[in-house]
């Protein structure tokens, strides 16, 4: 059962809840509703903390029994009150759903720690996603749940009326839609294999709005899909392709979505080590986050048209693998060499990106678990963010800011255009010399666009967490879907249910 949110503008000693979580800054300041847990403790409230070595540091959390209506409260460090971003809400959000996640019934003053400028429905929607999206677990797998979870309802405490009525229905659309890639990403490939995958999506978008068409090898080879058919074809599970339209009426511009959707990457005969392949089951994440980011368009009041894309495909060595030096042909008619099959995500994107690319949409993004190397440069919480318009490069990097997703630019330098040139085929799928990994993967990616805007993300690092982390659990984060809500959003202008 998702957690339920009500808005309430009673006193915070007030409400019938099991524990009344309020915010405190690092200056040792008493945020909105700690007065009231201070008065409950007889003015005690500074003497506890200090006793308790709590100074309202960023991330420190702290019980207090006290006898009011709330049993207890649950003082939460916000580090110093001039410094508080809205991700802080939801970072803050999470470590009370982790914390007194056991209670059934939590209150909280959080919204009211919003920074300056920041109206009550965007803090009502940045702690609602933290707590719901904090509190998240992937129990499907255990015989025994672990879990001592038992909330359900949580009442933001200081009102704010419609506009935080709205932010917290916004947040419960978002965070299903998070929670659903997550799912998706966690679920092992044995489970997932392409074709599941492909249901998985039609019945994630039944009565959402989308028209879905899945497409099998027969149906690919008719589109000239080499890069798909040619990953594919290693595999027992044969490789599917998805394409979703969401039409709202009379559509204010328009975007494509593709996402890389490769069910696990064993690297095919250019095999990875038993260590590096652990986690292949999450090469899938750029799929399931465009999924789950089409999935909420709807409910959202999205107005801009969006076309998504998503192949999908097994990346295994067998005697009908592709090999190293084989070519294949794409949907545009370019060639590549395949010098290295665990660089397959751009052959598959790279049909992808022809097929957006036709469409003639106002701006394509991608996202993709696509290279290691992307992690060498920013680490694991960080996307690379790669562009061939300057405009469409702001678009998408403001639409993460908003979202609390972190990217960085990186760039498409056409001097290293030469790296990938082939012995005998337009392009090899390679890097020569090995640097720069995402790059060279960005540079190939760009010869299938067709020059429409486009915005390619490497989420290979934030794509999954190795420990909870925020708002992220350990395993699949959803990164991703809320940043396209926001681009898509923001698009086509304001919401027609607004
Ligand atoms: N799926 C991997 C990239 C990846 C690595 C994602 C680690 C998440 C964590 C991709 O298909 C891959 O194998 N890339 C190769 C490319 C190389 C062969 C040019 C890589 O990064 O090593
Ligand atoms: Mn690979
Ligand atoms: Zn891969």
Redesign the pocket.
């Known amino acids: 059962m998702p957690i339920s949110f009500t808005i309430a503008s009673t006193a915070p000693g007030r409400t019938r809840a099991d524990v009344l979580a309020v915010p405190v800054y690092a200056e040792r300041a008493l945020g909105p509703g700690a007065d009231a847990v201070d008065a409950a403790c007889g003015g005690g409230l500074a003497a506890f903390m200090s006793r308790a070595g709590f100074d309202g540091g960023r991330g420190q959390s702290l019980f207090i029994p006290i006898d009011a209506a709330a049993k207890t409260a649950l003082l939460v460090g916000m580090g110093s009150a001039a410094d508080v971003t809205v991700d802080d809400l939801r970072v803050a959000g999470a470590l009370i759903s982790q914390k007194a996640g056991g209670s059934g019934r939590i209150s909280t003053t959080l919204t009211e720690a919003a920074p300056d400028g920041v109206d009550r429905g965007a803090a009502a929607q940045a702690v609602a996603e933290g707590i719901t999206l904090g509190g998240y677990e992937f129990l499907a797998y255990r015989s025994k749940s672990p879990s001592k979870r038992k909330l359900e309802h949580v009442v933001l405490l200081g009102g704010g009326g419609v506009g935080a009525k709205r932010g917290v229905e916004r947040a419960g659309v978002i965070t299903d839609a998070v929670m659903w890639a997550r799912d998706m990403v966690n679920t092992p490939a044995r489970e997932l294999s392409p074709d599941a995958f492909a249901k998985a999506a039609q019945a994630r978008l039944r009565g959402r709005h989308v028209k879905v068409e899945v497409m099998d090898p027969a149906e690919m080879r008719r589109l000239r899909l080499g890069g798909v058919l040619g990953v594919g074809q290693g595999s027992k599970q044969p490789p599917r392709f998805v394409k979703m339209t969401y039409t709202p009426q009379r559509a204010r511009g328009s975007l494509a979505f593709v996402g890389k959707g490769?069910v696990f990457?064993s690297?095919g005969l250019s095999l990875k080590t038993g260590s590096g392949m652990e986690?292949?089951k999450t090469?899938m994440a750029g799929a399931a986050a465009v999924i789950g980011a089409m999935s909420a368009l709807a409910a959202l009041g999205v107005t801009t048209k969006v076309v998504a894309y998503t192949p999908m495909v097994e990346n295994m060595p067998s005697g009908e693998a592709i090999r190293p030096g084989d070519v294949l042909t794409f949907r545009n008619g370019k060639t590549a060499e395949v010098l290295?099959t665990?660089?397959?995500?751009r052959l598959i994107l790279a049909d992808a990106l022809s097929l957006a690319s036709e469409g003639k949409p106002d701006a394509i993004v991608d996202l993709a678990?696509?290279?290691?190397?992307c992690?060498v440069a920013l680490g694991d919480k960080i996307a690379g963010l790669m562009a061939n318009d300057e405009n469409f490069g702001d678009e998408v990097e403001a639409a993460s800011k908003r979202a609390g997703e972190q990217m960085w630019p990186l760039p498409l330098p056409q001097q290293y255009r030469k790296l990938i040139d082939s012995e005998i085929a337009d392009m090899k799928n390679?890097g020569s010399g090995g640097y720069g990994?995402a790059l060279t993967a960005g540079l190939f990616l760009q010869e299938f666009v067709n020059d429409v805007p486009w915005v390619h993300l490497d989420i290979?690092g934030p794509a999954r967490a190795n420990a909870d982390d925020g708002y992220a659990r350990r395993g699949g984060t959803g990164f991703g879907v809320r940043t396209l809500l926001e681009l898509a959003e923001q698009h086509g202008g304001p919401s027609r249910r607004k």
């Not at 665990?342 to 995500?345: L, T």
């Not at 678990?369 to 190397?373: N, P, Q």
């Open positions: 490769v990457d690297g986690t292949m090469d290295n665990d660089a397959e995500g678990t696509l290279t290691g190397a992690l390679i990994g290979a």
